[in-house]
């Protein structure tokens, strides 16, 4: 069944086991190979990443879309590397 990207804007996302991780903020394609690369989720679960960062998440990760999204991967914690760093500089 085709979707129109504009379907995936604004929808939650849940891990399987309902946990939820966040909203999707926007959608990364590729172009080239005409699919969907990424979704890009905002407002995430402080408890699934570290300081409710701004995550892409592989499409290849998404189970099923609908009224929700669930995810049939998601780490226990997200951790953001190198933005110590970058202060730092």
């Not at 379907?7 to 966040?22: K, M, Q, S, W």
């Amino acid at each position: 069944m085709a979707r129109e990207v504009t379907e995936f804007l604004n929808l939650p996302a849940y891990t399987r086991d309902g946990i939820y991780v966040g909203d999707v903020r926007n959608v990364a394609l590729n172009t080239e190979e005409r699919r969907v690369d990424s979704l890009i989720i905002t407002n995430t679960n402080s408890e699934l990443v570290e300081n409710s960062a701004d995550i892409g998440v592989p499409y290849r990760w998404v189970s099923a879309a609908g009224d929700i999204i669930i995810l049939s991967y998601f780490p226990e914690k997200v951790s953001i590397e190198g933005e110590e760093e970058a202060e730092e500089e």
